[in-house]
């Protein structure tokens, strides 16, 4: 008898054959999936023995070491999560090929990033967004609301989705209890995140972002077979509908007119082209160019050409989940029309454990019934690397701004080693948080995961990229007008995000009865309108307040990125002084016991303290670390690269438009 856990079963009934079975359960498939996580914990053992992790620089930035070709991989893997497989492949099978366009989108964007923001970042010498919205302002209220909605929205749109996508494929394969499996996997996902540091991570997203294609290929592979080609598969998607459809219109169930068309009409599109355009690249913006996952993997690069490589090379990476995701998760619908293109809430319920529809199973229900033994394991591996890479990535960055912006303000006599330890211990607590979201995001916008967490996305970031774009690149504005800007943008978002959360995003066939002038506007078309209105009132209380002198300003604008001018910051950072004038202070030294000998080794806690820079060592370490100089030859490289990025994404969206 199977129980139920948030509309989870622990045994689920086969809708082939009406038995109970476990999908993977042969000695193939458990062999792989074995071999595969002895092999992410080696080379996050070998990261965490061969990296520094004792210090601020070695765990959040990986001493600033990294090349190109691991950056690019882990900005890749982290943004591919189990959410992409499960979320883009369930809004592919309902509308078609236009999500595709968001991971298109970034083709774009990433150049921005390595060339417009990257620099800046570096020039500033932080290792947190927020801490550079500290250095270009000063104050602390705009550092500390930036952490703790970076913070809100990782819990919301991140970890819990991702989790809660771990959790169907999991049901879906092994039906077991996903609560206890999704424990399993962060204490797997937690234990390198906490021991590693960005080192560890950054590795082992370079090896899951290996698995994650070479699997995906082989499932697209085998999903074209099954629908005899690419025309096939055109012809008989228009035409994938469930056979029994109860008294739901016909419009519900029946696939769009335009779902191989990424642009759609302005007005009755389901993701209509002003908001795939302008309302898309806001928040694009805000997630690869200000959000702390993304860029703190630029900033542990050597220089800046390896930023621009690692930017390159996710770039031409994104090109794929278009043909690797999307398409499967469409075929998937022709071959399992039944329960993938369930419209009927009793049935939906009975298949996937949400009323609102099952598309969100769609990829992992074809990896189930598609793929032979060993590859189905190679599958659920795949899965699983993509869930793990984008976890440890969130924790890495999320403990980052905790104990740099947050805990280092509560305790500014903190150590380097309690400010280690407290960022540890916060990922834990995270993770706590976000197992209690993962009911909400169940029922989210129709049961489509990738568009629940586009629309809180489209609610919450635009005006932090209002923000960042006028601190980068308009010196007048000041503190007060990005602070009010920031407030006010953020009662208007969320007031739209409480509507729908207490009306209810509602489905096709059980409409929610938000009022019109709330949830009528569509939220791609509401991020542009937030926007807009966040960079009014930034401009507007800028203009009418004192603005910032240049002084202050050196080397964190784009008009004054190339000053050698000295900067004079507006506030110093409390906590490093007092770490440094802890060092001074002479403790006596103690043998430690070998339990604790080995735990600060596990964790990186060394009890030696590292010899004490000159004077004029920092200066040169500084100077080091905030170089954006390029060697001609490699600048030449990147650029040309950068230009056939764009023309490629250009091509495709003309192709696909």
Known sequence: MSQDYFGFSVMKTNARNGTNTVAIANAADISVIVVYFLVVLAVGVWAMVRTNRSTVGGFFLAGRSMVWWPIGASLFASNIGSGHFVGIAGTGAAGGIAIGGFEWNALIVVVILG?????IYTKAGVITMPEYLKKRFGGQRIRIYLSVLSLFLYIFTKISADMFSGAIFINQALHLNIYVAVVALLAITALYTVTGGLAAVIYTDTLQT???????????????????????FQRDFMTAVPEFTGNVSAKCYTPRPDSFHIFRDAVTGDLPWPGMIFGLTIQAIWYWCTDQVIVQRCLSAKNLSHVKGGCILCGYLKLFPMFLIV????????LYAEEVACVDPERCQEYCGASVGCTN??????????????????????????????????????????????????????????LMIAGRLFILALIGVSIAWIPVVQNAQSG???????????YLSPPVTAV???????????????????????????????????YGTGSCANPSDCPTIICGVHYLYFAIILFSVTCLIILGVSLMTKPIEDKHLYRLCWSLRNSTEERVDL???????????????EEPDEDPGC???????????????????????????????????EVPLWRNVANINAIILLCVAVFFHGFFG
């Open 327 to 334: 398409f499967p998760g469409m075929i998937s619908r022709i």
């Open 468 to 502: 960042f774009i006028l601190a980068v690149f308009c010196k007048r504005v000041n503190e007060s007008g990005a602070f009010y800007g920031l407030t006010i943008g953020l009662v208007i978002g969320l007031s739209r995000m409480i509507a729908e959360f207490i």
């Open 115 to 119: 060339w417009l923001f990257v620099p």
């Open 595 to 629: 339990c604790k000998k080995a735990i600060m080794c596990f964790c990186g806690l060394d009890e030696k303290k590292g010899p004490k820079l000159s004077p004029e060592e920092e200066a040169e370490l500084n100077r080091k670390l905030t170089d954006t100089s």
């Open 210 to 232: 290996i698995i994650m294609i070479v699997g995906s290929f082989i499932l697209m592979g085998y999903a074209f077979v099954e629908v005899g080609g690419y025309e096939n």
């Open 571 to 585: 506030e110093q950072d409390n906590w490093v002084d007092n770490n440094s004038d802890s060092m001074d202070i």
């Open 448 to 458: 489509q995961l990738f568009d629940y967490i586009q629309s809180i996305t489209s």
């Open 361 to 418: 199973i769609a990829y992992p229900k074809l990896v189930v019934e598609l793929m032979p033994n060993g590859l189905r394991g190679l599958m659920l591996s795949v899965m699983l690397a993509s869930l793990m890479s984008s976890l440890t990535s969130i924790f890495n960055s999320a403990s980052t701004l905790f104990t740099m912006d947050i805990y280092s303000k509560i305790r500014s006599s903190a150590k380097e080693r309690e």
